[in-house]
């Protein structure tokens, strides 16, 4: 309770100073994991109840971008709407759970709606590219009195203040704040942040998050290979780092083929089967069995640790049906597309790499479901767009 009042407290003092302020304070609670100190549900309940206010007060008093707010709002609606009128309601799944899992998506949503001015964006994305060091740091005195567990798969994986996954979530979207940073700046500070949170997703071990930050580092580092080929000063620290990197890059290979490759067979962690299961129990291919109804099956024991799909393209035809995974994806789609729209023209390649990491690790983890990477990526996906007209109402 004295968290959850904590957390009250400063939030209000922040809100009524600057939302950007409020927004940055949220983000920074979220980065621990309260489940053995306090029930992680209530907090993060609470999170999420915050987190909606606060992005409805930033939009009324910031202002809203009018194009964004009436296509992707209305559209999200229309995706729960027709998920539930064909579910049924059982004694685990109720009305409250289908609301409850539908806030996350419509919080994420709105944020990108939000139409931030220059320095309210540099102030968000700063905090994000963070996170992850955040999550670190305070892991330490909360791990020492153990309230939290610093190291996570079996004590092989960072964890920090965090899940190990949700840690990596953390990681990979500071790849992408900071290298928006780096473009928005051009401070060379930013390119060592990239690399740090690169790092801690490594330690993390958690393949979808590697993968992903690979990916929206490609641009960084084909860079960093042209300069090297024109001065000497980058070439000795790409030879440096190469073989500084030999051991860790060894050893980070070693461990992520156990966790791949078992009896010569890839190891997907339960992922194929859990998948194949969930599409088998669609009762409605069309419109799905209920938005959020996926979480609320916990006495399927064929599912497991599985109440979450980690594929949230399985997860959306499961929940949504065909019809709303299509709606699903039409408005990814456009955010991406906005998002393109990129006041910096440099930024355009790299944005597009950002999308296609979105899409990869959603393929792999619940990008969408969990809070924890939607919305501090739907933070930075509003940070690199282009804003429009929109309306405010002063508070």
Request: net charge positive.
């Amino acid at each position: 309770m004295s968290i959850a009042i904590l957390i009250l407290i400063i939030w209000v003092v922040a809100l009524f100073r600057q939302p950007d302020m409020s927004i940055s304070i949220l983000l920074l609670f979220s980065v621990i994991y309260y489940d053995n100190f306090i029930s992680n549900i209530q907090i993060d309940l609470l999170l999420k109840i915050l987190f909606l206010i606060t992005f409805i007060i930033a939009g009324l008093r910031i202002g809203f971008v009018s194009k964004y707010l009436l296509t992707i709002i209305p559209s999200a609606f229309v995706i729960y709407f027709i998920s539930i009128v064909h579910t049924q309601w059982t004694y685990n799944y109720s009305l409250v759970d289908s609301i409850t899992a539908f806030t996350s998506l419509i919080i994420g949503l709105l944020i990108f709606c939000v139409n931030f001015n220059k320095q309210q964006e540099l102030k968000i994305l700063n905090v994000v590219s963070v996170l992850a060091i955040i999550s670190l740091i305070v892991g330490i005195p909360l791990s020492a009195v153990h309230l939290v567990d610093y190291f996570g798969r079996d004590g092989l994986a960072l964890a920090g203040a965090s899940l190990a996954t949700n840690l990596s979530f953390f990681g990979t979207i500071g790849v992408m704040a900071s290298e928006t940073l780096k473009n928005r700046t051009n401070l060379s500070r930013y390119r060592w942040l990239e690399y740090i949170n690169f790092l801690i997703v490594c330690a993390t071990l958690t393949r979808g998050g590697i993968l992903a930050s690979i990916l929206i580092l490609i641009p960084e580092l084909l860079n960093f290979l042209k300069l090297a080929v024109y001065k000497t000063k980058y070439l000795m620290i790409f030879f440096i780092g190469l073989l500084a990197s030999i051991y860790p890059i060894k050893l980070l290979y070693n461990e992520i083929s156990k966790r791949t490759f078992q009896n010569g067979q890839l190891n997907t962690s339960g992922r194929f089967d859990a998948w194949n299961h969930i599409i088998a129990i669609t009762n409605n291919k069309w419109y799905g069995n209920g938005y959020g109804y996926l979480k609320t099956m916990t006495g399927d024991t064929q599912l497991a640790a599985f109440t979450a799909a980690h594929n949230e393209y399985v997860r959306s035809y499961f929940e949504t049906g065909i019809i709303g995974s299509t709606i699903l994806i039409i408005i990814l789609l456009s955010i991406f597309y906005w998002t393109l729209r990129s006041r910096v023209t440099k930024e355009f390649s790299y944005i597009i790499i950002c999308c296609m990491a979105f899409l990869l690790y959603a393929f792999t983890d619940n990008c969408i479901t969990n809070f924890r990477f939607w919305i501090p990526v739907m933070c930075v996906f509003s940070c690199m767009t282009v804003q429009g007209h929109s309306f405010k109402i002063v508070l």
